[in-house]
C-alpha cells in the first residue's frame, strides 16, 4: 500500500482535526446550525466544482493520481475534490465563529 495515494485525504482529514474540535471546545454552534452552513457552502461550491470539471475537460489542471484513494465521480473529479469543498469552508466558518465567540466585541454585519 502506497502512502502517498492518501496524501489529499490526509489533508483533509488534518483541517478536521484542526478545526472541528473549535465545534466543541469554543462551542461555536456551526454544525448545529447546519442549514445556514449548508446555505453558504452549498452554491459557492457547485461553481468550484463546475470550474474544476471544465479545468479538467480542457486539459488545464489534474489531479495527481498517485496521490488520491482513486474514487470518481461525476466530471471525473476525485472524492477528496468533492469533500474539500464541504470541509475547507466549513473549517473557516467554524474559525470565524470561534473568533467572535472569543472577541465579543468584533462584528461582521451579520448579527441581529
Known amino acids: 500500500m502506497r502512502v502517498e495515494k492518501y496524501g489529499y485525504l490526509a489533508m ?3 483541517t478536521i482535526l484542526a478545526s472541528f474540535w473549535l465545534e466543541f471546545v469554543v462551542k461555536v454552534r456551526v454544525l448545529r446550525r447546519a442549514s445556514r452552513a449548508i446555505k453558504s457552502i452549498l452554491p459557492p461550491a457547485l ?3 463546475i470550474w474544476d470539471a471544465v479545468a479538467v475537460s480542457k486539459g488545464q489542471w489534474h489531479f495527481d493520481s498517485r ?3 482513486g474514487i470518481y465521480g461525476p466530471f471525473h473529479l476525485p472524492l477528496e475534490e468533492y469533500i474539500f469543498f464541504l470541509i475547507i469552508p466549513l473549517a473557516a466558518i ?3 465563529e470561534a473568533v467572535r465567540n472569543v ?3 468584533w462584528t461582521i454585519g451579520d448579527e441581529k
Open 67 to 69: 496521490q488520491v484513494i
Open 94 to 96: 467554524m474559525t470565524l
Open 103 to 105: 472577541k465579543k466585541h
Open 12 to 14: 483533509l482529514v488534518f
Open 47 to 49: 461553481l468550484f466544482l
